[in-house]
């Protein structure tokens, strides 16, 4: 398999390798098995891995999630029924490959990352980042208020992650968006958690958590709500302002997503969160990551395979933006 295989190609935007003329399950395993971003005149988005897990208090492996979701991309097919749109033909999609940052040193790993996505914000405006864990989002959004000022943050996550501290240590997976609030990233007026659940430190950490900034869309209102009353929700909290979308694959029920660094039970369900995703074609969307993959406690795929279509409808929804 070679450079020059066959790739689908409309309108001059290059997508994916022909999977009805080239095995899928071969050749090299960048993001849908689209070109990269080395191999593209310009691109609308870029696909950034960031394979960093130095900033987790319990399970550690989230550093392999870029290459597992990568891997786990090889069935997504051109056309996206359920959203009508084919992400890859309306733009030029582009994966970036990842950045090597320090795994030893949490200060440097952030500058390197907030470096690296503000360069790439350059070539490719918009940016879709494999993390990782959730340390991450932070540099993220530092990359983003550059370009956008503030912004409205949808975070979906079992974990609040704007706690303060984590053995003394400032920059962790469990306090970015404290971090990000308190560095006039967020816009407070627009910023939700959806799927928060499970036991916390004390009651204490909603009201923290609401002093930056954040309404919460609890796991525990999902059936009551349902995917239209989610969605309805999302829409009137952001509104109009730029929206950075923030994945947390332990969002889902450790039933749709087991390999993860720390597993809540009660969560959504894949389809949930792919038909929320899908509403955000309405939304003014200027970037989103998808964190906390850990591939070692991942079975057949599952969390893999669930990340990569999470991408894929966050891909559609720009596309649909674009309009
Ligand atoms: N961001 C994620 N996935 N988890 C944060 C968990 C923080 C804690 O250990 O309490
Ligand atoms: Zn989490
Ligand atoms: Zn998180």
């Known amino acids: 398999m070679t450079e ?11 997508g994916q390798i022909d999977a009805t003329q080239v095995p899928r399950y071969g050749g090299e395993p960048t993001f849908a098995r689209l070109p990269r971003l080395t191999d593209v005149p310009a691109a609308d988005v ?7 897990d ?9 550093r392999f999630g870029p290459g597992h979701i990568r891997e786990s991309s ?5 056309y996206n029924p359920a959203a009508d749109v084919s992400p890859f033909a309306v733009q030029q999609v582009a994966d970036a490959g990842d950045l090597g940052v320090n795994p030893f040193n949490i200060d440097e790993a952030i500058a390197m990352i907030e470096h690296g996505a503000r360069g ?82 004390g009651a204490d950490d909603l009201v923290r958590d609401a002093d930056v900034g954040f309404r919460v869309l609890p796991a525990t209102e999902a059936d009551q709500l349902g995917t239209a009353g989610m969605i309805e929700a999302i829409a009137a909290r952001v509104g109009d302002r730029p929206v950075y979308v923030s994945v947390d694959i332990d969002v889902l029920d450790p039933a749709f997503a087991p390999g993860t660094g720390t597993p ?8 949930e969160l792919l038909a929320v995703l899908r509403s955000f074609a ?20 599952i969390t893999g395979i669930a990340a990569a279509h999470v991408g894929y409808e966050l891909l559609s929804a720009l596309a649909l933006g674009k309009n």
């Open 74 to 78: 090889r069935l997504l097919r051109p």
């Open 120 to 201: 790439l914000l350059e070539p490719a405006p918009r940016l879709l980042t494999l993390g990782g864990d959730h340390t991450i989002a932070l540099p993220l959004l530092r990359a983003m208020r550059a370009t956008h000022g503030p912004v409205a943050v949808v975070h979906f996550d079992a974990h609040l992650d704007t706690w303060d501290t984590y053995f003394g240590a400032a920059y962790t997976h469990g306090t970015p968006f404290r971090r990000a609030f308190e560095e006039g990233l967020l816009d407070p007026e627009g910023c939700l958690h959806v799927g928060i659940r499970g036991p916390l430190y």
């Open 264 to 271: 809540e039970a009660g969560g959504l369900t894949s389809r």
């Open 4 to 14: 020059s295989d066959p790739r689908v190609t409309v309108d001059g935007f290059i």
């Open 54 to 62: 130095s900033g987790v208090s319990y399970r550690p492996g989230a």
């Open 282 to 301: 309405r939304l003014n969307l200027v970037g989103a990551d998808i964190v906390e993959v850990a591939p070692a406690y991942d079975h057949a795929q």
């Open 46 to 52: 870029a696909i950034l891995g960031v394979p960093f």
